[in-house]
């Protein structure tokens, strides 16, 4: 990859802090590739490098680029988004953090949804400004009292209550929404000493990209990690700040980095995007700002280029006309046109849905807005809450969906009634779909049995690590619980196979240890499973264990019978308020004897303590519970036969296959038969899922990480230039992206800048929105505007007549 003096400056500069501002097309993101290059053959290894960019699209494309150049390591090396790398690290963690360790991330319309349901919201502006305060307030805000979430909403007024409530129905649903990753990241960093210590000596060399867009939170993050080795790189273009609007602080994460890290600054100079006449365009704009920060310059290699050609159209189909009919001819003139490198951008989505329209009409082919939010299409969310339910049973929003849209006999009515009366008894809606449940009578009916006739069993297991295929139990903890009297205990060591390597630090076992202290996995899980001989399992906060010492056994070739278990974590959740549900806070909260010490054996006597305390809470409400499962038990049984077989499958199937099944099974072709567009979506979606299917995870590790990526996905991480379609975007989304030619649409004055954005002060952020725009061509530009609309004339924007 060539670079000019001062750009290879910065990629040789691997030790210690740095920061490089420079305006756009000087090449940062390319530095940044370089950098990493640099960084592994000056032998810093893959596995101790971070990188986060913008979008996950950028993270792609960056690993591909190192994987041309240094294939075999590209895969170790950390690249991500902010949400990516928080949502890694809480998985890992979860159980320390009182977590549900198999938690699923919930997207923007799945937050929406359930904040309509909780402010009894019915405009979907209000839904989704409640949500983006509630979001706000909750990533920046930290709770240091005794008043738990409450103190974290303080901000919303008198709607705190209500933002509980919100986070109340998350932690019931076993998920996590884009600010949680944030701030339990945060909480877990400022709270847990041990923890943040390991993470501080986790990364040996660090970068973050468009820094000019990041939130005080996440840089409090970022210092953190970047404070063990202080090899930290932050890079960025004041001038592109577009999201401040979202409460990213540039000047102060800036100033607080200089600070503290007094890193060396770098510039770079040299615009190699685009022609000099586009970039003279840019530079005329950029001296609009207020407050400019970089100059820019065409480097010496740029050609001269024409001018960018404005145009303004009586209507804005006239507009749109004008846009198409441009796109044909260039077509037709230029050699290999390619559609995917050209785009459209506009200050908003309803005129790119104009636009697209027109488009289609005249014949050019292009990617709509629509296409982009493939994840949020209704068929496409559909087939995704039930495979949501198949890896996390407690996802409650999944489930009210599922049940409207696909099984009729079951309504709204039905569905609020449950939610409303089994509040006060300690009943979910999800219990409904667990067929052990239907049959009992009662979620709790089998604990309480087992209870009754000593055959409870309290477990814990320390692993190696989280990857459900390849991590290994090491120590396995044990109780026969018989209402805390007499008590039998089983614990066992067992050999590793594979170096435990960075785990030794949260479970405090050397290789040399299990090496002396350890037996082989099999003769142990043996001698387990005859400990444990037709007892009912419960231990705290164990979907994640089960699964694993399942996963080990049947690699060494035992099948172990664990159909049935319990979870103090979930008992906990429904009958104790707890500022959070670590083992920890439930023994203080209950002042129990035994408190716990992250060994397996004082964990699990700790959490026979707990459920003694626990089980007697779930006997007031018995009776409603079962009086509400007996009324609504025939309704439900088809659809929990249904699941528990798809759940069955899952054990076995590769995701592609798993969702195929899951589609064809549930109705849902027969759903949308008569709407062979939404079909199609429904086969991408299973190209999707096996496209995606890391062959040498567990199933179920990999559907995991299929869902979490379309959760954490972006609208424009779909764009790939693969498709040969002209793309439609937000100035917003095209953020960090470069197209041979550009039109900017809409430029009228209200829409860009927009109305809103001038009332509430922000013109200087949307200047440097045009300017991003500006700036994404490499060879041509098209601005254009429209004189009238159906609610009369417009005059052209202030930023088109500042070009003139
Ligand atoms: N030294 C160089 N020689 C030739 N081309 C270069 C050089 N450096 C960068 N480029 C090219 O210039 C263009 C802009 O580079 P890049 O996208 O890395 O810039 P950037 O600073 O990240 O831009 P932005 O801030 O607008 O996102 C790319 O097409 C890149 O390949």
Redesign the pocket.
């Known amino acids: 990859m ?3 003096p001062e ?1 290879a400056a910065i990629a040789e500069h691997l030790h210690g802090a740095i920061l490089v501002l ?11 590739t370089a950098r990493l290059i640099q960084a592994m053959k000056a032998g810093f290894q893959a596995q101790d490098i971070l990188c986060l960019t913008f979008t996950n699209r950028a993270a792609q494309e960056m690993k591909t680029r190192v994987r041309q150049e240094i294939p075999n390591q590209a895969e170790q090396l950390t690249i991500k988004t902010f949400h990516g790398l928080c949502a890694w690290m809480l998985r890992q963690e979860a159980t320390a953090m009182g977590l549900p360790a198999d938690f699923t991330i919930f997207d923007d319309r799945d937050c929406q949804e359930l904040v309509q349901q909780i402010f009894n919201l019915s405009d979907p502006r209000d839904v989704k400004q409640y949500t983006s305060e509630l979001m706000t307030t909750k990533s920046r805000g930290y709770w240091q009292g005794d008043d738990g979430w409450l103190g974290v909403f303080r901000g919303l007024g008198d709607y705190a209550p209500q933002g509980v409530k919100y986070q109340l129905a998350l932690q019931e649903r076993h998920t996590l929404d884009f600010a949680d990753l944030i701030y339990y990241v945060r909480r877990m960093l400022r709270t847990d000493p041990e923890i943040a210590q390991r993470w501080q000596q986790r990364f040996k060399l660090l970068q973050i ?2 820094v000019q867009d990041t939130h005080s939170s996440e840089y409090e993050i970022v210092a953190h990690l970047g404070r063990g080795s202080g090899n930290i790189a932050l890079i ?2 004041l001038d ?1 700040t577009i999201f401040e609007w979202r409460g990213s602080e540039p000047e102060l994460i800036l100033s607080q980095f200089r600070q503290e890290f007094q890193p060396q600054v770098y510039e ?1 100079a ?4 685009a022609t000099k006449s586009l970039l003279a365009t840019a530079d005329q704009f950029a001296q609009e700002f207020a407050n400019r920060h970089t100059r820019i310059s065409a ?1 010496p ?1 740029c050609p001269a280029g024409p001018p960018p050609i404005i145009h303004q159209a009586p209507t804005a189909q006239a507009e749109a006309q004008w846009i198409g009919q441009h796109i044909q001819a260039l077509a037709k003139t230029t050699p290999n046109f390619s559609y995917s490198r050209t785009t459209v951008l506009a200050r908003n989505h309803f005129r790119l849905a104009e636009i697209s329209t027109t488009l289609k009409a005249m014949g050019i082919p292009c990617l709509t807005v629509e296409q982009f939010e493939f994840f949020q299409r209704q068929e496409v969310k559909d087939a995704l809450a039930l495979i949501r339910l198949l890896l996390n049973p407690f996802d409650t929003t999944a489930l009210r969906r599922i049940l409207l849209q696909l099984v009729p006999q079951i309504g709204l009515g039905t569905i609020n009634t449950i939610q409303k009366q089994g509040q006060a008894c300690g009943l979910w809606l999800t219990d409904l779909i667990d067929l052990p449940t239907l049959e009992d009578g009662d979620p709790f009916h089998a604990i309480l049995q087992a209870q009754q006739s000593g055959k409870i069993i309290v477990f814990d297991v320390e692993t190696t690590g989280f990857s459900v295929a390849e991590s290994e139990v090491i120590e396995i903890a044990a109780q026969r619980y018989d209402g805390g009297e007499h008590t039998l205990s089983f614990q066992r060591f067992i050999t590793n196979l594979k170096p435990v390597g960075e785990t030794e630090a949260v479970h405090g076992y050397s290789d040399q240890f299990l090496m002396i202290r350890g037996r082989p996995a099999k003769e142990v899980f043996k001698e387990f499973q005859r400990f444990a001989q037709g007892a009912y399992w419960v231990g705290h906060n164990l979907g994640f264990d089960v699964k694993m010492i399942k996963a080990h056994a049947r690699r060494v070739g035992l099948e172990l019978n664990i159909s049935r278990w319990g979870d103090t974590l979930n008992l906990a959740h429904r009958f104790v308020q707890a500022p959070n549900y670590k083992l920890a806070t439930l023994a203080q909260h209950f002042h129990l004897k035994q408190t716990p010490t992250h060994k397996a054996d004082d964990d699990v006597r700790t959490t026979v303590e707990l459920l003694n305390c626990l089980l007697p809470l779930t006997l007031p409400g018995r009776p409603q519970r079962q009086a509400l499962i007996q009324r609504y038990q025939r309704q439900f049984f088809p659809f929990a036969r249904q699941l528990s077989q798809w759940r069955q499958a899952s054990d076995q199937l590769r995701p592609g296959e798993l969702i195929r099944q899951v589609i064809q099974d549930s109705g849902l072709y027969r759903h949308y038969s008569s709407q062979p567009e939404r079909l199609e979506n429904l086969d991408q979606l299973i190209d999707v899922f096996t496209e995606r299917d890391q062959a040498h995870l567990h199933p179920h590790t990999a559907l995991r990480e299929i869902i979490e990526f379309t959760a954490l996905t972006r609208n424009i991480d779909r764009l790939t230039q693969a498709e040969n379609l002209v793309p439609l975007i937000t100035v917003h989304q095209a ?4 197209f041979d030619r550009v039109f900017v649409a809409g430029l009228a004055d209200g829409e860009f800048p927009s109305f809103r954005s001038v009332q509430e002060g922000r013109l200087e952020e949307e200047k440097r929105l045009f300017y ?1 725009a500006l ?2 061509a ?1 060879q041509q530009l098209f601005l254009s505007t429209h004189a009238q609309d159906d609610r009369g004339k417009k005059a052209p924007s202030p930023f088109l007549t500042a070009l003139a």
């Open positions: 060539e670079l000019n750009q420079a305006p756009a097309g000087t090449g940062k993101t390319r530095v940044l990209d468009e960025g273009d592109q770079l040299w615009n190699y995007r480097a290699s953020k960090g992206l470069e991003v700036t994404r490499q």
